[in-house]
């Protein structure tokens, strides 16, 4: 399906969608917790009811709400095949969670997921006494139990997601382990992770991003549990804000562990006006000027700040483009192929993307089934010199199925 964005004023009010990175970790945590947890601020995104469904299969009684989500933990699984989507935190967390248990599992997924990496799983499992094997690393992911805990190297340099899943199984195993990391990247992420952990009763150390000590034989605790608003979605409506007039996102934390807060420091370097009032950011349009940022620790926010900095009056390095090979798309390849066709000039060199802005043609972007492109593309739109037609725009549905609704409450104009 297609979507036309015309040029619009920003102006208004929107609250920030659900972090689904929050999401599914409390997901987990209510699975693993003996006992009543009630998940408030929900994200209904297609990798969070991915995360409800796994959490059904393997034991938790789960009812959803309007506005709440109630799970029931007990970890016994009910079924053999676990189906996680297209989401790679799903697949990546359950397969350390599902191997606490002595049955057979398979983890499998469809579309991205198909070509997400998950050879590095394979050796830390097998050396905390789980028989696991992948599709020469690929899904789907047979997996036998149960997870003793001990002593395991973990390869963070693709993803930290693995690693999250291991934190949040070992607890629950017979004995202390101790995980030696390996060039960790989205540090970030594991911030959020010890935090969720914390916050339902489970402790581990981490000793400099390089080592983390797990305590065995832990309880998490059930409690009601409030999601935060998404740094990652909220980066998109900040950025219309700069782009095209002004804006105000509410139920954001500024003091969150969450990566894309960072989106605030880009746009500080590029002049937008901004104003922080408690859990809400206001942003407002001014002459933006081309910045410099290092995305490796935040890699997601690579579309929005692509958006911007087409927007920018002369070139703007983004770096971290390593960091995009292994997402929903090669998202380096498809933000170069995609914006070089509305005139803006993007090259990558070596691990920087540069990216000359200025004027914003009309034309076609291609989502590459890729949420986060899509979204990018609509805010490009803003301050385009004609409309921009996304094909494939359903796919916002992964994380933030409400976009072009707040979209259009700001001013954005998007017709099908």
Not at 55 to 77: K, M, S, T, Y
Not at 107 to 119: A, C, E, H, I, K
């Amino acid at each position: 399906m297609n979507k036309t964005i015309l040029p619009s004023e920003i102006r208004g009010e929107v609250r920030a969608p659900s972090s689904k990175s929050i999401m599914q970790r409390s997901i987990a945590a209510g699975l693993l917790a003996e006992g009543n947890t009630l998940i408030t601020n929900p994200s209904f995104c297609d990798d969070a009811l991915a995360a409800l469904r796994i959490a059904g299969q393997l034991g938790a009684e789960v009812r959803v709400g309007d506005r709440d989500i109630a799970i029931r933990g007990g970890f016994n699984p009910r079924e053999e095949l676990l189906d996680c989507g297209e989401s790679g935190l799903g697949i990546r967390m359950f397969a350390a969670i599902a191997s606490l248990h002595h049955s057979d599992l398979v983890l499998t997924g469809s579309g991205s997921l198909v070509n997400r990496p998950l050879s590095m799983i394979e050796k830390p499992l097998r050396e905390l006494g789980v028989q696991c094997e992948t599709n020469h690393g690929f899904i789907p992911v047979r997996i036998r139990g149960p997870l003793k805990g001990g002593m395991a190297p973990v390869d963070g340099s693709t993803s930290s997601q693995f690693l999250t899943g291991l934190l949040m199984a070992l607890p629950l195993s017979g004995k202390d382990s101790l995980l030696t990391v390996n060039d960790l990247q989205s540090r970030p992420y594991i911030d959020l992770t010890i935090k969720v952990l914390r916050d339902f009763n489970v402790i581990v150390e981490n000793h400099d991003y390089k080592q983390f000590h797990v305590r065995g034989n832990q309880k998490y605790n059930p409690r009601e549990y409030e999601v935060e608003g998404d740094w990652s979605g909220a980066a998109f409506l900040l950025v219309a804000g700069a782009i095209g007039g002004k804006i105000r996102v509410t139920g954001i934390r500024p003091d969150s562990t969450q990566a894309d807060r960072h989106i605030l420091d880009v746009l500080r370097l590029a002049g937008a006006g901004i104003v922080i009032d408690g859990q809400s950011v206001e942003v407002t349009n001014r002459k933006l000027d081309p910045f410099r940022f290092d995305a490796t620790e935040s890699p997601d926010l690579f579309p929005p700040l692509v958006a911007l900095a087409a927007h920018c009056e002369g070139i703007s390095v983004i770096s971290g483009t390593n960091r995009l090979l292994s997402k929903e798309s090669n998202r380096a390849e498809v933000l170069l192929k995609e914006f070089s066709g509305l005139g803006i000039r993007i090259k990558i060199e070596n691990n920087d993307m540069i990216i000359q802005g200025g004027s914003v043609k009309s034309g076609t972007i291609s989502s590459s089934n890729d949420h986060r492109i899509a979204m990018a593309a609509a805010i490009t739109g803003i301050r385009a010199a004609g409309k921009i037609e996304i094909e494939g725009y359903e796919c916002i549905s992964k994380s933030y199925p409400d976009f072009f609704n707040d979209f259009l409450k700001i001013g954005g104009i998007a017709n099908e």
